[in-house]
């Protein structure tokens, strides 16, 4: 049986509605969906934010940025020094790098410089860091870092300094005792060399500590420079953090522990207690005769690297004598001696 037109139509027409509607419905779920989505996403970007902010701060966290570079200068106890840095990194959470440059060379390459300077301000992974090596001040500024290191050093006096490179460079020492030194064999003493007039011993030899502080300047290196030891000062003062002396390596220490501990928590106790905290004594060592000494001490030479060493031994005694006590001859590092007040505007 065929049903009537007119039902036929009133079929068609429901099915049309309904199949409009279901477009409709359709349409605004998936509507619905896409905004869900957006706010799903949206807040994923907020949480990754939020999870982000502490991480990012952490990074540019000053302590953690932290970079010390201790140019050290030979035969000053720098490695009984670095071994301390060496025997805390583990426990205090930095990295220690060695700075092996060929031969020794003090100065750098113009593009080794640049190739330091962009390691040391970009090496993230070796963060915070120590580095140490024989080279002698670079000045970051010069490459247009924002955040230079901060310079560390030790200083000896001069002719004890010369005494002891003449023997080590013969003899060596108690650190690498098998070792072969350049001038093995050679059994002259240093008194023996000055009185013959040796270039081992000679007063240029003596020019060492003044160009370590002076820098990469071509000036720096000219024997007897007036203008080298001004340099030289000036960068003391206002380049290096802290610089200490060989004669009194353990209060450089105890300082550098009270100020950065970040670094050097522990290092003092560690000193004192160590096995390796007095590593590296020449072997073979001859103390000069008082001719010896006087004969040197003839030479401007000398007596510009004595001003420069005394100059550095002032400084340091100055800050010493400004942050710490005497107390049954024991040095105590002082307590905070500042605090704020008259903050403004006062809190409710």
């Known amino acids: 049986l065929s049903a009537p037109r007119g039902v036929c139509f009133s079929l068609s027409l429901c099915l049309l509605l309904f199949l409009l509607m279901l477009s409709l419905l359709s349409s605004q779920l998936f509507f619905f969906s896409e905004r869900a989505i957006a706010r799903h996403e949206v807040r994923e970007i907020e949480q990754r934010h939020t999870m982000d902010g502490p991480r990012q701060e952490a990074v540019l966290d000053e302590e953690e940025d932290m970079v010390i570079i201790y140019n050290r200068v030979p035969k000053t106890a720098s490695t009984s020094f670095t071994n301390i840095a060496y025997d805390l990194c583990a426990k205090n959470k930095y990295h220690v790098l060695h700075i092996n440059t ?17 390691n040391i301000t970009s090496w993230k992974e070796m963060k915070p860091g120590f580095y140490h090596g024989h080279v002698s001040y670079l000045d970051f500024a010069k490459f247009g870092v924002k955040k230079k290191p901060i310079y560390i050093n030790v200083i000896r006096d001069p002719i004890e300094r010369l005494v002891s490179y003449y023997y080590f460079l013969r003899f060596g020492d108690d650190y690498r005792p098998g070792l072969r030194r350049r001038k093995q064999g050679d059994k002259k003493t240093f008194d023996e060399c000055v009185a013959e007039g040796g270039s081992d011993c000679a007063p240029e030899k003596l020019w060492l500590q003044i160009p370590f502080f002076c820098g990469h300047s071509s000036e720096c290196w000219n024997v007897g420079s007036r203008w080298a030891m001004d340099q030289a000062k000036y960068n003391l003062i206002n380049e290096y953090f802290l610089v200490g002396v060989t004669e009194e390596l353990e209060d450089f220490i105890m300082l550098l522990e009270a100020a950065l501990p970040r670094f050097f928590r522990g290092a003092t106790e560690l000193y004192r207690t160590g096995k390796k905290s007095h590593l590296r004594k020449t072997t073979e060592k001859k103390l ?16 510009m690297e004595n001003e420069f060493y005394e100059f550095a031994l002032e400084q340091f005694q100055f800050i010493r004598a400004h942050a710490v006590r005497e107390k049954d001859g024991d040095l105590y590092i002082l307590a905070q001696n500042f605090f704020y007040e008259k903050i403004y505007p006062k809190s409710n």
């Open 102 to 118: 060929t031969k020794n060379n003090p100065v750098m390459s113009l593009q080794d410089q640049v190739r330091f300077v962009k």
């Open 288 to 303: 000069p005769t008082k001719q010896t000494i006087a004969k040197l001490q003839q030479s401007d030479i000398w007596k």
